[in-house]
C-alpha cells in the first residue's frame, strides 16, 4: 500500500516558492504517438501494418521486416518486472529536486521489453498492467502499476507527480449560475479538495441552486463575470496564488443557425463568454497557476475547459456557438503550449447535448450534470489533457479521428434534402 | 544465405607506439587539443613525423561540429585513407580492425589510430540528453540517471538471474584500484578495500559510488603499420593475430546478459591459433563491472553465469593468475570519453611489447583486449576483440 499524502499546512509567505523545473521535454516526432496515448489515458504502441511485429522504442520503420507502415494501437498492458532500480542520483534538476525514482525493465506479454517508471506497490519481479501518462513535461511516459487496485494507490508519489489529482487541492469552478455548477462543486468536494471557489456573476441576481451550494462545506462563492477584465483581476488578486486546479464552466448558448438569427447580437455574446472569457481568465490565472507549479502537495496542476464536442465540427442548428467553441479550443492549444513550462496540464472536456434549458428539445442521450462532473474528476485523475464524456461526444471523436472531413458530411449535410 | 567466410588473418600487420596524455578531471581544452597531444606522444614514440601518417582514424564524443575531416586541416595532415569511427567504447576495436586491412591491403602505410575526449563542467549532463533518440525518447525521461540506471537494471538482472553478489562485482573494483595504484597517470591514488566498495552509497540501486567511472578529460593513441616498416624503423610492436566484431547481437533477449563476443569468439580463438588458458592477460571495457564479468564469460574463460565464482578463485591483480585491466581501467583511471575505449588496447600493447613499465606483467606475450559501446537504448549494441602477441617483458 501506499504512505497517504497527508493534508498541507499553510504556506510560509517569507519562503520562496519552488521555481518549476520539468522532466526531459525533447522527443522525436514518433515518439509523441505515445504522448497522444497518454493524453487520452490510453496504452497503445506502433505495430506493423505488415507483419504485426509491436515495436518499442518508437520508430520510423519495423525492426523485424523494414516497412514503413507502423500504427499506433492499443496494446494488451499485462507484464512482467524482470529489472529494477531507484535512481538516486540524475543530472537532471527536477530529478533531483524530488528524490528517488522508482524504475525498472519490464516484458510485456507482446514480447517486446519496455524501460518504465515502476509504481511503489509494484512486487519485486512482480506482474504489472502497463500505463502511458503525461508527465510534468506533458510528454508520454510509461508507468507500470500493480495488476490489482491497492490502498491509497493514487497517493503514490510518482502517480501524484503524473496526475492532477483534486485531493488537498483548491479549486475554481467560474460559474456558479450554470446547470453543471452544483455537481461539480460537490464532485471536487467528494475528491478531497479543501476549497472550491465558485465565481458568480451578477451577485444581486438569484438562482435555483445558490442556497444549496452556499450549504455546501468548503464551498466559497465570490464575485466573478468572465465578460469583465477588472473583475477578472479583481478575482485574481484575492485567490490567484491559492487556485490549484481552474474548471472554465462558464458558457453562454443560444440554439439557431446561422440565418435564423438574423444579427450577430448573440453571437457576441457567445464569442464574450466562451471565447474572450477564456482568454481574460487565461491571461490572469495562467501566469499565476503556472508559476506555482512546484508549490508543494498542493501545487497548481490543472486548466479545464468545458466545451461542446462540436468545437471540432460544426453543427449547423447551433453553427454560430460552435464556432465560439472552436475558438476557445483553439486558444486551448495556446494557453497549453504557455503554461508548459509550469508543468500545467490543460485538459479540454468535449461533451455532447447536456440536460439543460437550451439543449431541451434534442432528443437523448444527454449528459447529465453528474456524468460531466464525474468524467472531469476521474480524467484529472488520469492527468489527462482530452476526455469525451457521453455516447454522443465519444462517437463524434472517434469520427473525427478516422476522417474530419467525412464527419463534415455527416453533420451538414445528411440532414438537409430528400431525407 | 549459404554459410558465411570466415575471416581472414592479419598477417604482416602490427600494432606500436602505444601513447596517451595524463587525463584530467576537468579541463579547459578542447578534443582538438587532446587529440593533437596524444597523435604528437605516439609519432614521438615511433621516431616519425606528421608528414608520415598517410591514414588517420579518429574516434571522439566531442569534436562537434568538427569530424576527422576537419581535424586533417586542423592538425596539417594529408592522409590518403581517412576514418571516424563514432561506436564510443568499440571504437578502438573496430578502428584497429578497419586500419589493419588498409595497411594489409596498401591504401595506408601508417595508420594513426586517435581518440581523445574533453570534459568540461556540465559536458556530461549535456552529452547524455542527446546521445541517441532511442535514449532521449525512452530511457532518459526516466529520472534522467544516463548509464548508471541503465547498467543498474542490467546489473540487478544478472544478479537475480545467476545469484552475483555485491562482493562479486566489488572484486573487480578493488583489484582494478589496486592496479591502478601503480600507474602514475590514474585519476584514483588511494586504496579501495572491499569494505569502502560496500558501504559506498548508492547511486542508482545496486550500482554504488565505486562501480561507476569518473567521466575526465584524456586522449589515446597508437600506430597500425606493415611488421617490415616497424622492423626497419626499430619500433617495438605487437602481432594482431585475431580480431571480431558485432553489433545490435541477440536482440530478441528481454535484457541483456550477453554481448557480441559470443557470436564470434570461436573464430577468435581460431584465427589466433590459441586458447583462453594461453591469455597471460585480458583488458575488458570497464564502465561497470558487471560488463567486465559477461566479457569474462562470452570471451570463454568461464561459462555463462560462472563469472562471479571465477571472480572468487582468481586473484585479477598485475600480480595474480587472471591479470585484468592491468592499468586500472576506467574504473580507477578514468572515463576519457570515447578513449576509454583505447585504454585496453594501449595497455595490451605496452604489455605484450615490454614496455608497461610499474604495471608491467611478467612475462607477458598473449594479450586480449575487448570492446564494449553505445548504450543506444537498454542495451551495448556494439562489442569488438583481438588479440595480440608480442616478445614480451
Keep these: 500500500m501506499s504512505v497517504p499524502i497527508e493534508r498541507p499546512g499553510k504556506k510560509n ?97 507482446v514480447g517486446v521489453s519496455v524501460m518504465a517508471y515502476l509504481h511503489g506497490d509494484v512486487e519485486q519481479a512482480g506482474p504489472v498492467r502497463m500505463t502511458a501518462r503525461l508527465d510534468r513535461a506533458g510528454q508520454g511516459v510509461l508507468v507500470a502499476m500493480p495488476p490489482r487496485a491497492t490502498p491509497n494507490m493514487e497517493d503514490d508519489k510518482i502517480l501524484r507527480e503524473m496526475t492532477c489529482d483534486p485531493r488537498h487541492r483548491r479549486v475554481l469552478i467560474t460559474d456558479a449560475r450554470a446547470p453543471d455548477a452544483l455537481a461539480l462543486a460537490k464532485a471536487f468536494l467528494d475528491a478531497g479538495a479543501t476549497k472550491v471557489f465558485m465565481g458568480e456573476s451578477e451577485q444581486w441576481r438569484g438562482h435555483a441552486e445558490r442556497a444549496a451550494l452556499s450549504a455546501l462545506e468548503g464551498v466559497e462563492i465570490l464575485p466573478l463575470d468572465v465578460t469583465d477584465t477588472r473583475s477578472v483581476q479583481e478575482l485574481a488578486g484575492q485567490i490567484g496564488g491559492k487556485t490549484d486546479i481552474l474548471v472554465n464552466n462558464a458558457r453562454f448558448i443560444r440554439p439557431g443557425g446561422l440565418f435564423a438569427r438574423g444579427d450577430v447580437t448573440f453571437a457576441r455574446d457567445e464569442m464574450e463568454v466562451n471565447y474572450f472569457g477564456l482568454m481574460r481568465l487565461a491571461q490572469v490565472f495562467g501566469p499565476a497557476m503556472a508559476g506555482r507549479g512546484a508549490d508543494g502537495v498542493n501545487n497548481a496542476v490543472a486548466w479545464v475547459n468545458l466545451l461542446s464536442v462540436h468545437a471540432l465540427s460544426n453543427l449547423p442548428q447551433i453553427g454560430p456557438f460552435a464556432a465560439s467553441q472552436a475558438a476557445a479550443l483553439s486558444l486551448s492549444q495556446a494557453l497549453r503550449a504557455e503554461v508548459h513550462g509550469g508543468g ?3 485538459m479540454n472536456v468535449f461533451s455532447g447535448p447536456t440536460e439543460d434549458a437550451w439543449h431541451q428539445p434534442l432528443p437523448p442521450p444527454k449528459v447529465q450534470p453528474k456524468a460531466l462532473a464525474r468524467a472531469v474528476i476521474s480524467g484529472l485523475r488520469g492527468g489527462l489533457e482530452e476526455v469525451a464524456v457521453g455516447d454522443v461526444a465519444k462517437d463524434m471523436l472517434a469520427r473525427w479521428r478516422e476522417d474530419p472531413k467525412v464527419l463534415e458530411y455527416e453533420l451538414t449535410r445528411m440532414g438537409g434534402g430528400d431525407a | 544465405m549459404a554459410g558465411r567466410r570466415k ?19 576537468f579541463s579547459t581544452k578542447t578534443a582538438h587539443w587532446w587529440i593533437a597531444g596524444a597523435l604528437r606522444n605516439s609519432l614521438k614514440a615511433a621516431g616519425l613525423t606528421p608528414g608520415d601518417v598517410d591514414g588517420f582514424s579518429v574516434t571522439s564524443f566531442s569534436l562537434g561540429p568538427d569530424s576527422a575531416v576537419g581535424l586533417t586541416q586542423h592538425l596539417g595532415l594529408t592522409p590518403r585513407w581517412l576514418d571516424h ?77 545467476h545469484g552475483a553478489q555485491r562482493e562479486d562485482f566489488g572484486r573487480i573494483c578493488v583489484s582494478q584500484r589496486d592496479n591502478a595504484l601503480r600507474n602514475p597517470n590514474a585519476l584514483m591514488k588511494t586504496p579501495l578495500t572491499m569494505e569502502q566498495y560496500m558501504n559506498a552509497r548508492m547511486i542508482s540501486d545496486p550500482i554504488a559510488l565505486f562501480d561507476c567511472v569518473m567521466p575526465c578529460a584524456g586522449s589515446e593513441a597508437f600506430l597500425v603499420m606493415r611488421e617490415e616498416d616497424a622492423q626497419a624503423q626499430g619500433i617495438p610492436f605487437a602481432r594482431l593475430t585475431g580480431a571480431i566484431e558485432r553489433h545490435n547481437a541477440f536482440p530478441e533477449d528481454p535484457i541483456q546478459d550477453r554481448g557480441g563476443w559470443a557470436m564470434d569468439v570461436d573464430e577468435l580463438y581460431q584465427m589466433a591459433g590459441t586458447r583462453p588458458e594461453q591469455i597471460d592477460l585480458l583488458q575488458t571495457y570497464d564502465d561497470y563491472p558487471v560488463i567486465c564479468v559477461m566479457q569474462i564469460e562470452d570471451l570463454g574463460f568461464c561459462g555463462k553465469g560462472e563469472g562471479p565464482e571465477f571472480l572468487r578463485a582468481h586473484d585479477l591483480t598485475i600480480k595474480g593468475d587472471f591479470p585484468h585491466n592491468t592499468s586500472g581501467g576506467q574504473l580507477s583511471g578514468g572515463q576519457p570519453g570515447a578513449a576509454g575505449g583505447f585504454i585496453g588496447i594501449v595497455e595490451a600493447i605496452r604489455q605484450v611489447t615490454g614496455q608497461a613499465g610499474p604495471t608491467q606483467v611478467a612475462g607477458a606475450k598473449q594479450a586480449m583486449v575487448s570492446g564494449f559501446g553505445m548504450i543506444n537504448y537498454d542495451r551495448g549494441l556494439c562489442t569488438g576483440a583481438a588479440i595480440l602477441t608480442g616478445e614480451g617483458a
Design chain 1, 13 to 109: 509567505p517569507q519562503l520562496r516558492t519552488p521555481v518549476p523545473t520539468l522532466p526531459p521535454v525533447p522527443r522525436s516526432r514518433a515518439a509523441l504517438g505515445l504522448t497522444a496515448a497518454a493524453a487520452e489515458g490510453r496504452f497503445m504502441l506502433q505495430h506493423c501494418g505488415e507483419c504485426g511485429a509491436v515495436q518499442y522504442p518508437p520508430r520510423d520503420a519495423c525492426g523485424k521486416c523494414l516497412s514503413g507502415d507502423l500504427r499506433w494501437q492499443d496494446t494488451d498492458p499485462n507484464g512482467q518486472v524482470i529489472a529494477e532500480s531507484t535512481v538516486r542520483v540524475s543530472t537532471a534538476p527536477y530529478f533531483r529536486e524530488r528524490g528517488d525514482w522508482r524504475i525498472g525493465t519490464v516484458r510485456l506479454a
Design chain 2, 7 to 25: 575471416r581472414q588473418g592479419y598477417d604482416g600487420v602490427v600494432l606500436a607506439a602505444p601513447a596517451g596524455m595524463a587525463y584530467e578531471r
Design chain 1, 344 to 346: 500545467l496540464r490543460v
Design chain 2, 85 to 161: 569511427i563514432p561506436m564510443g567504447g568499440a571504437a578502438g576495436l573496430v578502428g584497429l580492425r578497419r586500419a589493419a586491412r588498409a595497411v594489409q591491403a596498401g591504401d595506408a602505410d601508417v595508420v594513426a589510430c586517435v581518440a581523445g575526449d574533453a570534459n568540461h563542467v556540465d559536458s556530461f549532463r549535456r552529452s547524455l540528453s542527446g546521445f541517441s533518440r532511442f535514449a532521449q525518447d525512452a530511457s532518459y525521461p526516466y529520472g534522467a540517471g544516463g548509464p548508471n540506471s541503465c547498467f543498474a537494471l542490467l546489473t540487478d538482472h544478472y544478479m537475480t538471474a
